[in-house]
């Protein structure tokens, strides 16, 4: 049945369909027969073009239950309006992975107000109005997400109450590969955007922990007043145990009570260290998973003035004119996407090194990014750090890979006032040994962040429109619903070189990379361009669906 009459189905929707699902922890199905959900007075079906795989995806399928993402909504939407959503799926509930996908609205309520059928949409997956008790909910993770042929999707949980929309209206001009790849992308943008804080937090809570007086304290809230302010000696920190601070001020340097002190920071909280001239005795261990996660930092002044600490802090992680730049793990899926971001960033008189212990996936990055860079006239070098050991003085780095001791060796690699973007998923949780000594006398800016904002989308789509970035240069395999085991194994096991698109519709195709389509897909293969990913070469492929 054609129509474009709201509450009707642009085309007869089957019963069932095939889908990806995770049903406990490390438990995958694929399931061929699962129902296609209703669609009630609010909501909308989306018919999904593709989706991309997301190292993310894994950390869902490890943690299942404990994810902080798939915990229960507790704020931003009613009770009432959750039971209606068919797929919202907290706790133990099996759920639909896949949050970087591309669709169009096939189907909408009577009570929807925002979207029609036929639009063509990205989905903003991180729905931040909408809290768990340690996060938010999230496409593809409490509400099922895009690896399914159609879902569902409720409007009250992608409009926010101040009106912001979650999915975000496209053309039919790029391919649903480079549309499902802005995801990504833009979580690199973000990383990148995120506006960071220089002073005390407003209306926050400030923990100061000094053995004697505190200096500058008056003067650092004067500004910027938190609600407000406990001080506490370093022994009466274990008082404080299941607390939380938005801003800590220790007075010292004993390493013991710094530990404990750090691990009363909230979530986006900010630790200063005011050393007076003294000397940390040892590396301390800090949760660097924190840092990605709860975006925590940490500053600090050798002197005896806090303000010292935070006036160092810069406005975001962006690049700056004449940066030296290190991507540690640039031949990996975002690796390259970091690369390319940094070389066409338009950033004056920076250098770009990439980084990685294989030859043949720096030989792979080298394909990619060598005419980019030379285009853009921003000199570039490659190392394999198993063979060559890097030397200090990187100005901005960024570390792909998830290892806390990879990111302890940026900051030694880091020079005076460098910027170092933890941008590699490490777990809440995992501490590892930094300098923070170093950190503090060197003014190193240790930054993570997780996710993007909906202005991070959009700017990845300004950029594909006006042709400053390709998306489909870090596409390295598609699949179909039968390939996405192999697919998951291989984004878990790290041997994909770059990311891979999953085409629902597509229910018997088996992972294949781009480098192995002359043979497999030669009626694809003709379409690629140098063996990058095109939009003719997607029409090919889903032809025959």
């Known amino acids: 049945m054609q ?16 889908a990806i699902q995770i049903v406990g922890v490390d438990e995958i199905v694929h399931n061929t027969s699962k129902p296609v959900d209703p669609v009630g007075p609010h909501q909308m079906m989306l018919e999904v073009e593709s989706c991309g795989i997301c190292f993310s995806d894994t950390k869902l399928l490890h943690a299942f239950d404990s994810h902080p993402r798939k915990t229960d909504v507790i704020a931003g939407i009613s009770p009432e309006a959750l039971a209606e959503i068919p797929g919202y799926k907290p706790g133990g509930a099996p759920t639909v992975p896949g949050h970087e996908p591309v669709g169009r609205i096939v189907e909408v309520g009577d009570e929807v107000t925002h979207f029609t059928v036929g639009d063509r949409v990205l989905v903003q997956a991180d729905w931040k109005h909408l809290r768990t008790p340690k996060s938010n909910g999230a496409f593809g993770y409490n509400f099922e997400g895009a690896l399914q ?22 053309s039919d001009g790029p391919s649903a590969a480079a549309v499902g790849l802005i995801e990504p ?13 220089g002073h005390v937090q407003d209306g926050g809570r400030l923990l100061v922990v000094t053995a004697g007086g505190a200096p500058g304290i008056e003067a650092l809230t004067a500004g910027h007043a ?11 920190l274990a008082g404080l145990e299941g607390q939380a601070f938005d ?3 220790f007075y010292g340097s004993d390493a013991d009570a710094i530990e404990a002190a750090a691990a009363l920071l909230g979530s986006r909280a900010t630790f200063c260290l005011v050393l007076g001239g003294e000397r940390i005795g040892r590396k301390v261990n800090l ?15 050798t002197g005896s003035d806090p303000a010292d600490g935070y006036a160092w802090v810069p406005a975001t992680g962006e690049l700056r004119a004449g940066d030296k730049v290190v991507i540690i793990g640039a031949a990996g899926p975002m690796g390259t996407m970091h690369t390319i971001r940094a070389v066409t960033s338009g950033v004056e008189g920076i250098t770009v090194t990439g980084t990685d212990v294989s030859t043949d996936r720096l030989e792979h990055l080298a394909a990619i990014v060598d005419p980019i860079a030379e285009a853009r006239g921003v000199p570039f070098s490659y190392i394999n750090s198993a063979e060559t050991q890097l030397e200090p003085g990187y100005t901005h780095l960024s570390c792909m890979v998830p290892v806390p001791a990879l990111v302890s060796q940026a900051v030694d690699l880091a020079a005076d006032g460098a910027i170092l973007n933890a941008f590699a998923g490490i777990p809440a949780g995992t501490t590892g040994e930094f300098d923070l000594q170093g950190i503090v006398e060197r003014r190193i800016f240790m930054l993570g962040t997780s996710g993007s904002d909906v202005s991070d989308m959009r700017t990845v789509l300004r950029k594909i429109e006006e042709g400053i970035i390709d998306t489909h240069i870090s596409l390295d ?30 229910h018997d195709l088996p992972l294949t990379r781009l480098v192995d389509m002359p043979e497999k897909l030669p009626h694809v293969a003709a379409k690629l361009n140098n063996g990058i990913w095109t939009k003719e070469a997607e029409q090919a492929l889903l032809a025959g669906a």
């Open 287 to 301: 949760d660097i998973g924190r840092v990605h996660y709860d975006f925590i930092r940490f500053v600090g002044t």
């Open 3 to 18: 129509s474009t009459e709201k509450g009707a189905p642009v085309t007869q929707l089957p019963s069932v369909q095939h």
């Open 149 to 170: 042929e159609y879902v569902v999707i409720d409007e009250r949980t992608v409009v926010s109450p101040s009106g912001e929309e979650f999915l975000i209206h496209v």
């Open 226 to 236: 938190p609600a407000e302010i406990v001080t506490v000696s370093p022994s009466g």
């Open 247 to 249: 801003d800590i001020v």
């Open 185 to 197: 992308w833009a979580t690199v943008e973000g990383s990148y955007a995120w506006v960071e804080r």
């Open 477 to 506: 395999a598609v699949t179909g619903m039968a390939g996405f085991r192999d697919a998951i194994d291989s984004v878990i096991n790290r041997t994909s070189g770059g990311k891979i698109m999953v085409y629902p519709r597509l």
